[in-house]
């Protein structure tokens, strides 16, 4: 588990850091809990943030740089509003691994939308299933909350918070 209130840098691939021309910036930190995790992501885009989001479970669940890039799996999560696409989103991450084991090393949002139905997020990750030979087991989450959940955008960067419960 990274320090907590530490700010942990997550390397956005090479690519989309060249379609940018710019230095991206963005962050995750473990902010103080009594009893649960809580995470505060920072990003240049709502797409970024989600994504940094779904990387910052996985970092809990393990260390990511020790994850290789074997599988690819295709996710599609919807929400009535920007809360409940994130509360979706990060259960759906926390199932994946429940049932296959699944450990990301890579986020890659496609697309988050509105329309009439509410939000779809769709997105690629990039991982294979946990090897306990070569994967630290850290901290097993149970579940997401939407205690102390925060989405929004202050100057030219988003910030999401939420608990994961442990």
């Given at each position: 588990?990274p320090h907590w209130?530490?700010?942990?840098?997550?390397p956005?691939?090479?690519?989309?850091?060249k379609?940018?021309?710019?230095?991206?910036?963005?962050?995750?930190?473990?902010?103080d809990?009594p009893?649960?995790?809580?995470?505060?992501?920072?990003?240049k885009?709502?797409?970024?943030?989600?994504?940094?989001?779904?990387?910052?479970v996985?970092?809990?669940?393990?260390?990511?740089?020790?994850?290789?890039?074997?599988?690819?799996?295709?996710v599609?999560?919807?929400?009535?509003d920007?809360?409940?696409?994130?509360y979706?989103w990060?259960e759906?991450l926390?199932?994946l691994f429940?049932?296959?084991?699944?450990?990301?090393?890579?986020?890659k949002v496609?697309?988050?939308?509105?329309?009439?139905?509410?939000f779809?997020?769709?997105?690629?990750?990039?991982?294979?299933?946990?090897d306990?030979d070569?994967?630290?087991?850290?901290?097993?989450?149970?579940?997401?909350?939407?205690?102390?959940m925060?989405?929004k955008?202050?100057?030219?960067?988003?910030?999401?918070?939420?608990?994961?419960?442990?």
């Amino acid at each position: 588990m990274p320090h907590w209130g530490a700010r942990v840098r997550i390397p956005l691939p090479a690519l989309l850091q060249k379609l940018l021309h710019e230095e991206v910036y963005m962050s995750v930190r473990f902010l103080d809990h009594p009893s649960d995790v809580y995470v505060e992501v920072r990003a240049k885009s709502l797409e970024e943030a989600f994504a940094l989001s779904g990387m910052a479970v996985y970092e809990v669940m393990t260390d990511v740089r020790r994850v290789k890039k074997e599988e690819t799996v295709e996710v599609t999560v919807e929400g009535f509003d920007l809360y409940s696409l994130l509360y979706n989103w990060l259960e759906e991450l926390i199932y994946l691994f429940d049932s296959r084991s699944f450990l990301g090393s890579e986020v890659k949002v496609e697309a988050l939308a509105e329309d009439s139905n509410g939000f779809r997020l769709k997105a690629v990750i990039f991982g294979e299933r946990y090897d306990a030979d070569r994967h630290e087991s850290k901290t097993a989450i149970k579940a997401a909350t939407y205690h102390l959940m925060e989405i929004k955008k202050e100057n030219d960067e988003y910030i999401i918070r939420f608990v994961l419960d442990i």
